[in-house]
T-cell receptor, first 111, second 114 residues
């Protein structure tokens, strides 16, 4: 079964626009929610992560919004740039377990 | 530091052949993982290890075996390759399980089984 549902599968955004990727989960025991960024031909790399005790975390142009009651979290990329074009994965886990990844979103930022 | 390295980068196998993928990390991490990435399927955990000499099954372990004889190395074996195992394989390592240490990924191995 898919425990982390990610949408959309692909996204095209104009340079300077806002990119939004959403994830929903089912297991209320999840307590760690990272986002990974993957460029073509490379391995994924940690971008930003959040725990359920906060509703938002911001690092530069990247923000995670977390809604515990709705069991959803999202990645917002402000002022999107062509260099942000990549595949983004959300993930979730309970304490002491391996990550469960969403299926990924391919972001293309057009100049 | 090289981080996480994977050998080989590319491989083509015929159905029924066997091979071993090697992962090495130089960060003294306890935890290591093998994932496969398929279009539209995301990253799926095959096996992982919580320390030297230990292994555990992930989400899609069938058809694969692993060994962690040394802390810095994690081997993924395919005993009898099948076309369904055509994929990109990623190794990762971390100082702790999720939430206790960032996972660092290798560059991947692209495997084609004909």
């Amino acid at each position: 079964q898919q425990q982390v549902k990610q949408s959309p599968q692909s996204l095209i955004v104009q340079k300077g626009g806002i990119s939004i990727i959403n994830c929903a989960y089912e297991n209320t025991a999840f307590d760690y929610f990272p986002w990974y960024q993957q460029f073509p031909g490379k391995g994924p790399a940690l971008l930003i992560a959040i725990r359920p005790d906060v509703s938002e975390k911001k690092e530069g142009r990247f923000t995670i919004s977390f809604n515990k009651s709705a069991k959803q979290f999202s990645l917002h990329i402000m002022d999107s740039q062509p260099g942000d074009s990549a595949t983004y994965f959300c993930a979730a886990s309970t304490t002491g377990t391996a990550l469960i990844f969403g299926k990924g979103t391919t972001l293309s930022v057009s100049s | 530091n090289a981080g996480v390295t994977q050998t080989p980068k590319f491989r083509v196998l015929k159905t029924g052949q066997s091979m071993t993928l090697l992962c090495a990390q130089d960060m003294n991490h306890e935890y290591m993982y093998w994932y496969r990435q398929d279009p539209g399927m995301g990253l799926r955990l095959i096996h992982y290890s919580v320390g030297e000499g230990t292994t555990a099954k992930g989400e899609v372990p069938d058809g694969y075996n692993v060994s962690r004889l040394k802390k810095q190395n994690f081997l993924l074996g395919l005993e009898s390759a099948a076309p369904s195992q055509t994929s990109v394989y990623f190794c990762a390592s971390s100082s702790g399980l999720a939430g206790r240490g960032e996972q660092y990924f290798g560059p991947g191995t692209r495997l084609t089984v004909t």
